[in-house]
């Protein structure tokens, strides 16, 4: 099993004719992802990468059955496309946009609350079941379907880490980039709770980063409710604080949310922290191997 | 966006909120110029001279002044503008002092007590709502009395659909012991003050302090006003505002290559692709006995162009001992890169320091190999541990 897609999600791409959206809606579909279609208005009947181009969220639903989106629409669009699709009822958005305005989040989330649907990102590399579905821009040819559970902030660093696991012989069941702004649709927390409740995962690997409390929140849940060994890792440690490295929501703002702090609350929490992210792979094989013998 | 205190308080005004007159001046002339103005406009006969840099605690470094005359307006003016202000929030080397703000004088006599309060607005990132923090104890470190009073710390939540309602507005000035007309005044300025914080799509407001003068009115005395940077695609005017001699001249350099750079103190550079890596490869190269010297996102497009923009930044910094290039080729492909820094290489020249280069992904092994057979003094690397050996051999 995994969580959020598998490969009976049926995906359509928002902002499908655009360079990236057609990019990776070529890479996923190599991948074996079943997209149905896409959407970019004004261009509705016309047909792309041999799948239809419709004009909204809603005829696209209609048409194809879909499921799934995932968004490369500019950012000052981007926030009323994830609306947009909520409102055709897709289940899950996975938004890759970076450089969405915070107050169009804030409105965006509000707007979701009420809704039965999962929102990934923005600003984040998507999910990956590996061998079923890719929605996302993660390489493929790094993952390999597995048991281990991926949550993350960031996108190389997760694939940095997902190399790690891979070359071990430490398959991935679902890996899930959150996203690095600091409003976004599923935190640490939500994503970790997936994994703990999907039966094929056996471990979890959690990255995080300086800026907020997401990673010390879901770290204070899988205390209590914890039954997989979790990795975790936050980058960040020698960020400076006040000042913005990169991500929108990498910022240390005050004592609580700097690099030493989450990975002290993580490891009181009995988590696996590792200091160096060259250890992440390693260390879950050993954490499974003592999760076996105890 | 950081923007001056007279640029905050200019938006603030134009959205109806109450703000402490006053008039920036970058000469001694157009100081008293201003507090003549200041003086037909407002009847202040005694004026504040406030420096305008990008950091708070500017009092405890004789940034704010208080002049009873023209002279005085004169005369302190002369001496701060061109000063190298030191305050707790600017670092041992100060800031230099370029223009002032000539504000009038808010704290005079009068019917009742004043009262200085604490507000800010900011995002509360679990919930994904803006909330306005604010504290009866103002006009003091915030940081301070968050930790030893906790208690005189409110928050009121905001919900994104209605703005700031009548009746929380009304338990603000509760909570910050006012009744009758002043908390309605109070109630009005903090539904104004939100109006205006969604209005130039903000990340902080902090009004510190807020103020009741001695004849009941609410204005704000200070402000601190961060603009998102995402959102200042459409907010052109202030935008405009951004003052380049606040920043750093090797970020601004980077900005202009599209780069992602935030200069440390550090003897060891990087360049990575991604900004979650490039904190970890900070990391990496502290925990090899190295401090890092920057951060710096290449983004998605590390080719020579870019390699050579970020190499020139980080090699101008005389601290760098080494330098760390840390690319994870997902869709970027790793000979590419690495021919990208070959040919960078040889086209800066003279590059004095070691140059480690660790390429994992797309064709990772081709990369190393371009590297290897370059006969340039650049060391490669596959695995993270690898290229962290290295860096402890090198500078550890």
């Known amino acids: 099993m995994s969580v959020l897609i598998d490969q009976h999600s049926k995906i359509i791409v928002q902002g499908f004719t655009g360079s990236e959206g057609t990019f990776h809606a070529g890479q996923m579909l190599e991948y074996g992802s079943d997209v149905v279609g896409g959407v970019t208005p004004g261009k509705g009947g016309s047909v792309h990468l041999g799948l239809p181009v419709f004009n909204s969220v809603e005829e696209a639903v209609k048409a194809t059955g879909a499921d799934t989106s995932v968004i490369f629409v500019p950012p000052a669009f981007a926030a009323d496309a994830i609306m947009e699709a909520a409102d055709a009822g897709i289940a899950v958005i996975v938004a890759i946009t970076e450089g969405i305005p915070v107050a169009d989040m804030i409105k965006a989330k509000a707007f979701l609350a009420d809704k039965q649907v999962t929102l990934i990102g923005p600003n984040c590399p998507g999910v990956i079941s590996p061998g079923k579905a890719k929605v996302g821009i993660m390489p493929g040819f790094i993952h390999q379907q597995g048991s281990i559970g991926v949550v993350s902030r960031s996108g190389t660093l997760t694939y940095e880490a997902v190399d790690q696991l891979t070359k071990l012989g430490l398959g991935q069941s679902t890996c899930i980039g959150i996203g690095g702004d600091p409003v976004i649709g599923t935190s640490t927390l939500e994503a970790v709770k997936l994994l703990m409740n999907d039966p094929d995962t056996e471990g979890i690997v959690m990255i995080g980063e300086i800026g907020g409390s997401m990673e010390t929140d879901a770290a204070r849940w899988i205390k209590e409710h914890g039954t997989k060994p979790v990795v975790g890792f936050i980058a960040g440690q020698t960020a400076p604080p006040g000042r913005r490295m990169g991500h929108a929501g990498a910022i240390v703002g005050g004592k609580d949310d700097t690099a030493a702090a989450k990975m002290e609350v993580m490891r009181a929490c009995g988590l696996h922290v590792v200091d160096s992210p060259a250890a992440i792979g390693a260390t879950m094989l050993e954490a499974l191997k003592a999760q076996k013998a105890g | 966006m950081n923007i001056h205190e007279y640029q905050a308080k200019a938006i603030l005004k134009e959205n109806g909120v109450n703000i402490q007159e006053g008039q920036v001046a970058a000469t001694p002339d157009e100081a008293v110029a201003a507090a003549e103005a200041l003086l037909a406009e407002t009847g202040t006969n005694w004026w504040v001279i406030k420096a305008q840099i990008h950091a708070g ?238 951060f710096l996102d290449v983004g998605g497009g590390a080719n020579a162009q870019t390699v050579e923009a970020g190499l020139k930044i980080i090699l101008d910094d005389p601290r760098v001992k080494a330098v760390l290039i840390n690319i994870f080729g997902g869709i970027v492909r790793c000979d590419r890169v690495a021919s990208g820094v070959v040919e960078a290489y040889k086209k800066l020249g003279n590059i004095k320091v070691p140059i480690i280069v660790r390429l994992q992904g797309t064709n990772a092994e081709e990369g190393k190999a371009v590297i290897d057979g370059s006969g340039l003094k650049v060391y490669s690397a596959i695995t993270l541990q690898e290229a962290a050996d290295l860096v402890k051999q090198l500078v550890g």
């Not at chain 2, 800031?95 to 604490?118: H, I, N, R």
């Not at chain 2, 507000?119 to 009866?136: D, E, F, H, W």
């Open chain 2, 57 to 294: 605690g500017r009092g405890k470094g004789g940034g704010v002044k208080l002049a009873k005359s023209l002279d005085e307006v004169r005369a302190i003016t002369e001496k701060m503008l061109g000063m190298q202000l030191v305050t707790p929030q600017t670092g041992p080397e100060g800031k230099k002092v370029s223009k002032v703000l000539v504000a009038q004088d808010v704290y005079y006599p009068g019917p009742t007590e004043k009262q200085e309060y604490y507000m800010s607005i900011l995002l509360n990132r679990q919930s994904g709502r803006n909330v306005v923090m604010y504290s009866p104890e103002g006009g003091v470190d915030i940081e301070e009395v968050a930790a030893q009073r906790p208690e005189k710390i409110f928050k009121e939540e905001i919900d994104p659909s209605f703005g700031v309602l009548p009746f929380q507005g009304q338990r603000i000035a509760r909570n910050l012991g006012l009744s009758g007309k002043v908390a309605r005044e109070m109630a009005h300025f903090v539904e104004r003050l939100y109006a205006s914080f969604v209005a130039v799509d903000a990340s902080l407001f902090e009004i510190n302090p807020v103020l009741k003068t001695t004849d009941d009115k609410i204005l704000a005395v200070d402000a601190k006003v961060n603009i998102d940077d995402s959102a200042l695609f459409r907010h052109s005017l202030i935008e405009q505002m951004r003052d380049l001699s606040e920043e750093e001249p090797s970020e601004i350099e980077a900005g202009k290559h599209n780069l992602n750079f935030v200069k440390l103190d550090g003897n060891v550079g990087c360049m990575v692709n991604g900004a979650g890596l490039a904190m970890a490869t900070m990391d990496i190269i502290k925990l090899s006995g190295g401090e890092p010297a920057n």
